[in-house]
C-alpha cells in the first residue's frame, strides 16, 4: 500500500492550496480515506475523511473552509484548503486502515503566514 501525498506550499493568510494524494495497493474504491495533520508541538489530529459513496466528515476547526473529494477511476484524494489561517500551518498526511493497518503517506507540509 502507498499514499503520495501533494500540493502543499507557502501561502498567505486567506489563500487557498489543493492537496492531493494517490493511494495505490489496495482496492481503493472501497475504503475511506482520510486526511490528517500535524502541527509542531501538537499530536497529529484528523481533518477529513471520506467513504466510499463519497460521504465526508469533517474536523470541527473546518468550519466549511476544506472540501474532501475522490476519483475512484484514477486513485486520487484531493483535499481543497480554502481561507486558509496561520493555525492551519502544519504537515498534511493521507491515511488509510486496511486489513486493520494504518498507511501513511509521507506529508505534505502547508505553511500559511499571516
Known amino acids: 500500500v502507498q499514499l503520495q501525498a501533494s500540493g502543499g506550499g507557502l501561502v498567505q493568510a486567506g489563500e487557498s492550496l489543493r492537496l492531493s494524494c494517490k493511494v495505490t495497493?489496495?482496492?481503493?474504491?472501497?475504503?475511506?480515506i482520510d486526511w490528517y495533520r500535524q502541527a509542531p508541538g501538537k499530536q497529529r489530529e484528523m481533518v477529513a475523511e471520506?467513504?466510499?459513496?463519497?460521504?465526508?466528515n469533517y474536523a470541527p476547526f473546518v468550519n466549511g473552509r476544506f472540501t474532501i473529494s475522490r476519483d475512484n477511476v484514477r486513485r486520487w484524494v484531493y483535499l481543497q484548503l480554502n481561507d486558509l489561517e496561520p493555525e492551519d500551518t502544519a504537515v498534511y498526511y493521507c491515511?488509510?486502515?486496511?486489513?486493520?493497518?494504518?498507511?501513511w503517506g509521507r506529508g505534505t507540509l502547508v505553511t500559511v503566514s499571516s
Open positions: 495497493g489496495i482496492n481503493f474504491s472501497i475504503n475511506t
Open positions: 491515511h488509510v486502515l486496511f486489513r486493520s493497518n494504518d498507511f
Open positions: 471520506i467513504s466510499s459513496a463519497h460521504h465526508a
